[in-house]
């Protein structure tokens, strides 16, 4: 019982023990599972897992949740299709508008919470129907598929079986990590995740903090979302609809809190490549890709169960130290 609650206690060693199981299984059973092929192929997938994930982990330091990332990303889409195939903008411009929309529907996103009073859960819940009625106008359903090819080669640029765009999706983890590690901004967001009055009594602007919380989620999508045009070569409003379930697995099984106040930017990388595994596993054992959405749930329910554990140990932890305190005080 012990040796479990250690377990649970550590975050990477979690997701670590899964993920060498499913190495060893794939590799023993899929003779092609390490060839550079293969290798390219999931590195691609890895790649849009952990980016949403970055995108979610930074509203879950809150304590909170976006619903809304795939809308958001899908819009970011849609934007950069329409300033390249209707305004023929160069795609470097039309990267910066789709990022700069991201950003914005994240900013609107963080002040409709921080301002309005509504529950987060419920704010995000509604954008993802505004922001894909959004999207739907734009296209009236039709995909931007007559883009630049200048846009495919950022999928297809690769430094040997390795993609640049998994180099960059590592960058991004990097500076998430640095972010929470070393700013300010990071310590405020992990401040207000664990108790937001506190945290307005130490002098934290608790609805910037909010604000610029989801204004960053909402950038990271934008940054998914330029990897998906990429790789399909048109900006399609499917973009983003398999984004949520996946970024909360990854990000829960790498030890982020659902209740805010801790993160872990490595932990989610962890958890994006046990995710790719999982699906990989799928895919060789033939599962059909309908059933894959009912396993993914079930994957999500048990990385909740996960997270309720290490919360109750945490919580458990506290106890013997409060009282310590406690009896201290007393006895002064």
Not at 279 to 299: K, P, R, S
């Amino acid at each position: 019982m012990d040796r479990i609650k250690k377990l649970l206690r550590n975050d990477l060693t979690s997701v670590l023990l899964p993920l060498f199981v499913l190495f060893i299984v794939l590799v023993t059973t899929s003779n092609g599972f390490l060839s550079a092929y293969n290798i390219t192929s999931l590195l691609e997938q890895i790649t849009i897992f952990v980016l949403i994930g970055m995108a979610q982990m930074m509203v879950l330091s809150l304590g909170q949740f976006n619903l809304a990332l795939g809308s958001m990303g899908c819009l970011s889409a849609i934007s950069m299709g329409f300033s390249m195939q209707v305004l023929g903008l160069p795609v470097p411009a039309a990267m910066v508008i789709g990022l700069a929309i991201a950003a914005l529907l994240g900013w609107i996103q963080g002040l409709l919470i921080a301002r309005s009073g509504i529950n987060p859960f419920m704010i995000t819940l509604a954008l993802i129907s505004v922001f894909y009625g959004i999207a739907a106008a734009l296209t009236q359903g039709k995909a931007y598929d007559r883009l630049p090819a200048t846009i495919q080669k950022i999928n297809l640029l690769k430094f040997g079986p390795v993609p640049a765009t998994f180099l960059a999706s590592l960058i991004v983890c990097a500076l998430v990590y640095f972010l929470f590690r070393y700013l300010d901004i990071g310590k405020r967001l992990l401040a207000v995740g664990e108790n937001p009055l506190a945290a307005l009594f130490t002098g934290i602007d608790v609805k910037k903090t909010i604000t610029t919380g989801h204004m960053v989620s909402g950038l990271l999508c934008g940054i998914a979302a330029i990897i998906q045009i990429s790789k399909f070569g048109s900006a399609q409003i499917s973009i983003g609809n398999d984004w949520m379930l996946t970024s909360f697995v990854v990000t829960v099984l790498g030890g982020t809190l659902l209740s805010g106040g801790k993160v872990s930017a490595v932990g989610t990388l962890l958890g994006s490549f046990l995710m790719m595994f999982i699906n990989n596993l799928l895919v060789l054992w033939g599962v059909n890709a309908y059933i894959f959405q009912t396993i993914l749930g079930l994957v999500l329910l048990g990385a909740f169960e996960v997270d309720r554990a290490r919360l109750s140990i945490i919580k458990r932890q506290m106890v013997p130290t409060n009282q310590e305190s406690t009896e201290g005080n007393g006895d002064e």
